[in-house]
């Protein structure tokens, strides 16, 4: 544990540098003027509600698909860098084990992207707040659906989305690995994320999917403050979350063993 901890803080350091930390309030202010700008079209009946859950759970949707999506093509070329340029054997070289290595360099880029996310959900949050209010969605004066409510339901939607990002970066990550080079590595990343959106066609390989149900819990939060939808975000969840920890665990199970058995040192 403490080889992986002192693995984890160096991996941690090298990604937390004072200019990537400018990308916490980029986020936030992306996502925020992202879901301001949806109040317009809500105001003119265009679609979607006038209310700040909408808001907020349409921003949440855009930030989560954007750091899904540059998650893993940034795992892929970072961990291809690492294996380009020798990187990965100089700090191979250090007491700790292959396996704890990749463990720790990906979860040093999952926790990275997951501020990212958080801070971009925060933005479009308050920008909700601001536009409309956080209040409850109601049709006359019959409550469809509180604000504490959609608040929690959001949260949970959230929570679950971030183990999907996750997943993306562990994809990410394995192919970077894999391949060893950078270009090849951000190449497949683009083509699995796109073989992932064609099976999702299929009803039966849909279900099994991370992309699936990154944005499912988002979907129904958006649908509630709406007052259209008939699952909530904690109903589709437990599938959600089975279906990440499936797939990082076969992420995990492929990689440290192609890891130990890699090359490492051409």
């Given at each position: 544990m403490r080889r992986f901890l002192r693995a984890f803080s160096a991996e941690w350091r090298r990604l937390a540098t004072p200019r990537s930390l400018w990308l916490l309030?980029?986020?936030?202010?992306?996502?925020?003027?992202?879901?301001?700008?949806?109040?317009?079209?809500?105001?003119?009946?265009?679609?979607?509600a006038p209310t700040g859950f909408y808001l907020a759970s349409s921003g949440a949707t855009g930030a989560a698909l954007t750091c899904a999506a540059v998650g893993a093509l940034l795992a892929a070329s970072l961990l291809g860098t690492d294996f380009a340029t020798?990187?990965?054997?100089?700090?191979?070289?250090?007491?700790?084990?292959?396996?704890?290595?990749?463990?720790?360099?990906?979860?040093?880029?999952?926790?990275?992207?997951?501020?990212?996310?958080?801070?971009?959900?925060?933005?479009?949050?308050?920008?909700?707040?601001?536009?409309?209010?956080?209040?409850?969605?109601?049709?006359?004066?019959?409550?469809?659906?509180?604000?504490?409510m959609l608040l929690a339901q959001l949260s949970a939607a959230v929570l679950t989305c971030m183990l999907g990002e996750a997943v993306a970066v562990a994809?990410?990550?394995?192919?970077?690995?894999?391949?060893?080079?950078?270009?090849?590595?951000?190449?497949?990343a683009a083509l699995l994320g796109a073989a992932f959106l064609a099976l999702a066609r299929w009803p039966a390989l849909a279900a099994l999917l991370p992309t699936t149900h990154l944005t499912a819990g988002l979907d129904r939060v958006t649908q509630l403050s709406q007052g259209l939808a008939t699952l909530y975000a904690t109903d589709v969840a437990p599938r959600a979350l089975l279906v990440f920890i499936g797939w990082l665990a076969l992420l995990l199970a492929l990689g440290i063993p192609l890891l130990q058995r890699k090359d490492i040192t051409s």
């Open positions: 309030p980029l986020a936030a202010l992306a996502a925020g003027a992202y879901a301001y700008s949806l109040g317009a079209a809500a105001e003119r009946g265009l679609f979607g020798g990187v990965a054997r100089t700090a191979l070289c250090r007491p700790v084990g292959r396996g704890t290595w990749l463990l720790a360099r990906l979860l040093a880029l999952t926790g990275g992207l997951l501020l990212v996310f958080l801070t971009a959900c925060f933005g479009a949050l308050l920008a909700g707040q601001l536009r409309f209010g956080l209040g409850a969605v109601t049709e006359g004066s019959y409550v469809l659906a509180s604000g504490g994809a990410g990550g394995v192919l970077g690995m894999l391949w060893g080079r950078p270009g090849p590595a951000v190449a497949s």
